[in-house]
Structures are given as C-alpha cells and as structure tokens.
C-alpha cells in the first residue's frame, strides 16, 4: 500500500535541497474543500464571471507512533534508531519545520554582496542594499500517483499523547491543512522550485480533466443526455 508525502524544497547557494515526510501511517479520512476566487467583472450580464481558478485545501490528521517504528527494526533499522533516541521528534520537527520561512538563495547572495560592498565603502557612504524578504518553504503534497500538488502549510496543531524517559513524544497526532499553490502565487519562488511546483501542478490538473472527461462515457450518461435533450 502506497503512503502519502510531503515534500518540503529548502534553496541553498547552489540547488534545492527536498527533504521527504513520509507519511508513517497514512491518513483514513481527507477533507478536500474548495472556495471561489474573487469576482470579477460580475454583474447582472456576468453572473459567473471570476478572477481565476478557484482556491483548493486538504485537511487530514497524521498519526504517529515511535513504538510502532521501534518494533519494526528488523525492516528499517535506521528509523528504529531514530525513533529509540528521540521517540516520534524526528518526524514532529521535520513538519515544524514548514512553518519557519527560509531565506532564498537569491537573498543569501544579496547578503553577501551587500556586506562586501558596505565593507569596501567603509559602511559610511554604501547604500542600502534591497535584500528580498525570506519565503516559506515550497511543499509537494503526494497522495498516490495521480495526486501531486503544490502546497503551503496553513495550518498545524499538534496533540502529543505520550512520553519517553527523556520527555520525547511517543505518540503524536499532527492536524495539517494545506492550501494549494497555483502557478500565479509561485512567481516569486526561486526559478528551479517554482519549475518543479508548476509541473506537478499542471500534471495533477490535467489527469482531473482526463478523469472529468472519462466521466461523460457510459450507459448512465448517455440515459441523462438523452432525457435533456428530448426535454429540449
């Protein structure tokens, strides 16, 4: 059985490091919410004018368990390790981590040079530098091979139940929302990020239209078009 992921894409000098959430037990209930994006032009000649796709969450539960990790050291002794040291941590830090905003390459850079330049102009007459300003992590939220998105943790609440003798959580439920990110809102993402978002954006939005399209097909279809148009 296939498990869900997130993939959080840190920039550094050189390239994007991703660093994986494996979903350790996969969520049994995901609620998928939609919302309109703002009017447009609407009026009484336009009723159904809009300014764009509309907006898109999941919300789910995520549960974990550093004993089940722990019992399991025969299959993947690395994590047993891991979660014999610091119970069910490993993995809690890592979706903490998708709340703190992390600083562009871009902005290292413009760091940089703006110390070297306030340096050599002896940080009397030097100008000031516009550094841009540090972003969240992108996020590729994976459920199966047909679901890849780009998303932003919106929302995280943690529910620790149980301790090890060092205070570590044992067990932990994580509730996530994350929103997704359209082509349009990752314009300012670093441009190798920003590529690696927008093709599993688009590869997700046009397996729903195949899967739209392939909806039309059937015998219970053709019954219903059949009624409207004899009603027409």
Not at 79 to 104: C, D, K, R, S
Not at 178 to 190: A, F, G, I, R
């Amino acid at each position: 059985m296939l498990k869900g992921a997130l993939i959080s894409y840190m920039p550094t000098f050189l390239t994007a490091v991703p660093n994986v959430i494996v979903f350790q037990i996969s969520p049994e209930t995901i609620s998928h919410s939609w919302s309109q994006s703002a009017d447009g032009e609407r009026s009484r000649f336009d009723p159904l004018a809009v300014t764009g796709v509309p907006g898109e969450k999941f919300s789910f539960t995520l549960m974990m368990d550093a004993n089940d990790e722990i019992a399991d050291i025969a299959t993947n002794p690395v994590a047993a390790a891991l979660a014999t040291a610091n119970g069910a941590y490993t993995h809690l830090a890592a979706l903490e981590m998708l709340q703190f905003p992390v600083v562009p390459a871009s902005a290292l850079r413009g760091q940089v040079s703006a110390a070297i330049r306030s340096f050599q102009a002896d940080q009397c007459s030097a100008p000031a530098v516009s550094v841009p300003a540090s972003q969240l992590p992108v996020v590729l939220f994976v459920w199966g091979p047909q679901r890849i998105l780009p998303v932003r943790v919106t929302q995280l609440q943690i529910t620790e139940k149980l301790y090890d003798k060092l205070l570590n959580p044992v067990q932990v439920e994580a509730q996530i929302e994350l929103s997704v990110l359209t082509p349009d809102e990752l314009v300012k993402v670093p441009p190798l990020i920003r590529g690696v978002a927008n093709v599993a954006y688009v590869y997700t939005q046009s397996l729903r239209q195949l899967h739209a399209i392939a909806n039309t097909s059937g015998l219970a279809a053709d019954t219903v078009i059949g009624m409207v148009q004899a009603a027409f």
